[in-house]
C-alpha cells in the first residue's frame, strides 16, 4: 500500500512539474524576446509612408524573431482614419497604426499602452526614463499620459521657412530672416502691388486661412511663441485671452498674422485670391512659405530646376527661448490586438537607432531620437528641420479636426470683419472649451 501511495503521490508531483514547466515555456514565448518561440503576425497601417520606408527595420526585426511577421499596409490621408475607425468598430482592425501626435484625447481608447512587466523578461522594454533620454520633449508632451507610454516616436516634423532664392538675390537679400522684425522688412522688399491694388509679386504666404498651407499650425505656433499656453491638458480649459505681462498675447499673434492679408498694413502682401499656397511659391508668384520637411522632396521631384532654401523657423526678438511647431505620426498598438506585446517588441526595435536609421533615410524624415539629430543636422534637406525638433511644441487637443475649423474661422472673421479680434478669440476658446469638458 506504501509503495502505491508513493507511485501516486510521486506522479503527481512528476505532473506538477511538467505544468510548471509548460507556464514557463509559454510565458517566455509570450515574452518573445530575441530568439523567442513567439508565432505572431502583426498587421500594421499607416499613412504617407511606403512599405520600402520600412523595409529594412522590419527585416531586422524579423531576422532576431523568426516566428514573428509584420506586414505593412498604407493608406490614403484622406480615408485612413475613417478606414481605421470601422476596422476597429468590426473587429478587423490592425495591431499597429500610425497615430497623429495629436490623437491621444480622440483615439486613446483605442491603444494598448507599452506595458511595463512582461511574463519572463526581467525588465520594461522600454521605461520612461529611457523614453525621455532616447527622444525629443515633444514627443513625451503628446505621447505619454499619467506615466504610460502610449506610441513610440520614429520622426518629428517641424514648421520651418521656405525661401525662394532666385528673388532673394534679385532684391539683394543675403540671409533668411532670422525674427520677424528682419522678415516684416522683406516682406516690404519685396511686395508689389499695381495701381489696381493687385499683388503682382508677393513676398510671404502669410494671413489667410483657405489658400495657406497650414494656417492654423502657424497661428498656433505664433501664440506658442507669445507664450501663451493653450491648454495645460486634460481636464484643463484653454485661455486665448490670457496676458503675458502686460500684453494680450493671443491678440498680438492674431494680429500679426491676419496683417498680411490687411490692405492697409505696411506688411499686406496676401489675400484670398492668390493661388493656394504651396503652389504659389513653387511658381515664384510669393518668395517665402513656411511649412514642414516633407516638402523638400516633393518640389526637388516636382520642379528639379526651383532654387529655393529652408532655414529654421523666425523668432520673436529678445526671446530667451526658440520655439517651432511639431507635426508627426508615431506607431501605436491596438488594443483590440491579440499581440500586443510581440506588437510593442517591433515598435521599440523599429524606434532604436538601429531600426529607425533605415527609415529615416528612405522617408527623408527629421529624426525623433536625440542620438540621431545630430549626425543629420548638417543634411541639406532635413537639417534644418532636425535641429528644430529640439524646441519644438505641440497642445493638447480635444478633436484636432474639430480645433482646426475652429482656428481657420478665427482667421476669416478678422478677415470678412465679421468678429474684432477679441470677439473671434473669445469665439474660438468657447468653441474649443465646448470640446475639452
Do not use: C
Amino acid at each position: 500500500m506504501g509503495d502505491k501511495k508513493l507511485f501516486i503521490f510521486g506522479g503527481l508531483g512528476l505532473v506538477a512539474v511538467l505544468i510548471i514547466l509548460m507556464v514557463i515555456i509559454l510565458a517566455r514565448g509570450i515574452g518573445g524576446g530575441p530568439g523567442g518561440s513567439q508565432q505572431a503576425n502583426l498587421e500594421f497601417w499607416g499613412v504617407f509612408d511606403d512599405a520600402g520606408d520600412f523595409r529594412q527595420a522590419i527585416d531586422l526585426f524579423q531576422s532576431q524573431n523568426p516566428g514573428i511577421r509584420v506586414n505593412y499596409r498604407n493608406f490614403s490621408f484622406e480615408e485612413y482614419e475613417r478606414q481605421l475607425i470601422n476596422a476597429f468598430a468590426s473587429g478587423q482592425g490592425p495591431d499597429i497604426f500610425l497615430m497623429h501626435h495629436t490623437w491621444l484625447t480622440k483615439h486613446g481608447d483605442k491603444i494598448a499602452p507599452l506595458p511595463q512587466n512582461i511574463p519572463g523578461q526581467d525588465r520594461p522594454l522600454l521605461t520612461l526614463k529611457e523614453f525621455r533620454e532616447q527622444f525629443v520633449d515633444v514627443a513625451e508632451q503628446d505621447l505619454v499620459r499619467d506615466g504610460q507610454i502610449y506610441a513610440l516616436p520614429i520622426y518629428v516634423d517641424t514648421l520651418g521657412l521656405y525661401y525662394n532664392k532666385d528673388i532673394f538675390n534679385a532684391n539683394g537679400i543675403a540671409q533668411p530672416p532670422l525674427i520677424w522684425e528682419e522678415l516684416n522688412e522683406i516682406v516690404e522688399k519685396i511686395t508689389q502691388v499695381n495701381g489696381q491694388g493687385e499683388i503682382t509679386q508677393s513676398a510671404i504666404a502669410l494671413g489667410t486661412s483657405r489658400n495657406v498651407n497650414r494656417s492654423t499650425d502657424i497661428l498656433a505656433m505664433l501664440m506658442l511663441q507669445s507664450g501663451l499656453i493653450l491648454t495645460e491638458g486634460p481636464g484643463q480649459g484653454t485661455n486665448f485671452s490670457a496676458t503675458v505681462g502686460d500684453q494680450n498675447v493671443g491678440e498680438v499673434a492674431l494680429e500679426y498674422y491676419t496683417d498680411f492679408s490687411n490692405p492697409r498694413k505696411k506688411t499686406y502682401t496676401w489675400n484670398g485670391q492668390q493661388d493656394f499656397s504651396i503652389d504659389a511659391f513653387r511658381e515664384g508668384k510669393t518668395a517665402m512659405m513656411i511649412n514642414y520637411a516633407h516638402h523638400v522632396q516633393t518640389f526637388q521631384e516636382q520642379a528639379p530646376r526651383f532654387n529655393f532654401g529652408t532655414a529654421p523657423i523666425p523668432q520673436i526678438s529678445g526671446s530667451s527661448s526658440k520655439i517651432t511647431y511639431a507635426n508627426y505620426w508615431a506607431p501605436t498598438v491596438a488594443k483590440s490586438s491579440k499581440n500586443q506585446i510581440a506588437a510593442w517588441q517591433f515598435l521599440v526595435s523599429l524606434s532604436s537607432r538601429d531600426g529607425v536609421t533605415p527609415y529615416i533615410n528612405a522617408s527623408n524624415r527629421p529624426p525623433a531620437r536625440r542620438d540621431l539629430i545630430a549626425i543629420v543636422q548638417n543634411d541639406p534637406n532635413i537639417g534644418v528641420f532636425s535641429g528644430q525638433a529640439l524646441t519644438a511644441r505641440s497642445w493638447y487637443q480635444p478633436d484636432p479636426q474639430a480645433v482646426e475649423s475652429i482656428l481657420a474661422e478665427v482667421i476669416d472673421d478678422v478677415n470678412f470683419s465679421r468678429k474684432s479680434i477679441r470677439e473671434a478669440l473669445r469665439s474660438a476658446e468657447q468653441q474649443i472649451n465646448v470640446l475639452l469638458f
